[in-house]
């Protein structure tokens, strides 16, 4: 791991929804609204982002737990923006605070996201 990964350690990334990342399950009348799975993996992405920046080579992480709410509702072609604050470094364990914000500034989503640092040949050779 590379120096300044360190608690307090911020990153943003901000997407526009589209029609793949939306509901669809309420019906033909009702907008298509950014689901919480599709929020879930922006969380993971702002993560894998930000410590892309400080792994040393052959080295990544994967996540092993979520605790997200997902608290409004953001129409599908909106912007949304996860900001992702490390807040722990327990050995090879990363714990995140994260939330997410739509483009009119409300928060849609908040909580936790854990996250394990691998060495990339050996966790892909422990599952070949």
Same mark, same amino acid.
């Given at each position: 791991?590379?120096?300044?990964?360190?608690?307090?350690?911020?990153?943003?990334?901000?997407?526009?929804?589209t029609p793949e990342m939306g509901i669809t399950h309420l019906g033909p009348d009702v907008p298509s609204m950014?689901?919480?799975?599709?929020? %879930?993996? &922006?969380? =993971?992405?702002?993560?894998?982002? /930000?410590?892309t920046r400080f792994v040393d080579e052959g080295e990544q992480s994967v996540g092993f737990h979520v605790d997200?709410?997902?608290?409004?509702?953001?129409?599908?072609?909106?912007?949304?923006?996860?900001? %992702?604050? &490390?807040? =722990?470094?327990?050995?090879?364990? /990363?714990?995140?605070?994260?939330?997410?914000?739509?483009?009119?500034?409300?928060?849609?989503?908040?909580?936790?996201?854990?996250?394990?640092?691998?060495?990339?040949?050996?966790?892909?050779?422990?599952?070949?």
């Amino acid at each position: 791991m590379k120096p300044g990964f360190d608690p307090g350690t911020v990153s943003e990334w901000t997407i526009t929804t589209t029609p793949e990342m939306g509901i669809t399950h309420l019906g033909p009348d009702v907008p298509s609204m950014y689901s919480t799975p599709s929020m %879930v993996s &922006l969380i =993971e992405g702002a993560c894998v982002q /930000l410590i892309t920046r400080f792994v040393d080579e052959g080295e990544q992480s994967v996540g092993f737990h979520v605790d997200v709410k997902h608290l409004a509702p953001t129409q599908i072609g909106k912007k949304v923006t996860a900001k %992702v604050t &490390l807040r =722990e470094i327990n050995g090879r364990r /990363l714990l995140f605070d994260v939330e997410v914000h739509s483009e009119d500034g409300i928060k849609i989503g908040e909580g936790l996201h854990e996250r394990a640092l691998i060495d990339i040949k050996r966790f892909a050779g422990a599952h070949q």
